[in-house]
Nanobody, 125 residues
Framework: QVQLVESGGGLVQPGGSLRLSCATN????????VGWFRQGPGKEREFVAALMHAVQRTDYSDSVKGRFTVSRDLAKNTDYLQMNSLKPEDTAIYYC??????????????????WGQGTQVTVSS
């Protein structure tokens, strides 16, 4: 059974940094697309970033480009979302998601079968 386990959320001041982790068992990340999404209070879930392992490409939403970075550790079968220069509007529950192969429509949450449990990120002074 495939599981995605997230960690790394918390409370941080504006301008601070956090790193989220997304670890898996039962799914080889080197054959997948891993997406990150978030859902803020009263908002719909939105795309944040993706790492498309099969084609070695990354993609970021305009709201996080230049501040967030996705990466991976193959040995640990874990993907990371490094978040810098955090803003109060980044406050949300963050989810990682995975799907086999290259996903052209990786910005859509409908493209993913496997989801993590979500982790809360709060940016506040």
């Amino acid at each position: 059974q495939v599981q995605l386990v997230e960690s790394g959320g918390g409370l941080v001041q504006p301008g601070g940094s956090l790193r989220l982790s997304c670890a898996t068992n039962g799914l080889a990340f080197d054959s997948t697309t891993v997406g990150w999404f978030r859902q803020g209070p009263g908002k719909e879930r939105e795309f944040v970033a993706a790492l498309m392992h099969a084609v070695q490409r990354t993609d970021y939403s305009d709201s996080v480009k230049g501040r967030f970075t996705v990466s991976r550790d193959l040995a640990k079968n874990t993907d990371y979302l490094q978040m810098n220069s955090l803003k109060p509007e980044d406050t949300a529950i963050y989810y990682c998601a995975a799907e086999w192969g290259y996903r052209f429509d990786h910005r859509s949450d409908q493209s993913y079968t496997y989801w993590g449990q979500g982790t809360q990120v709060t940016v506040s002074s």
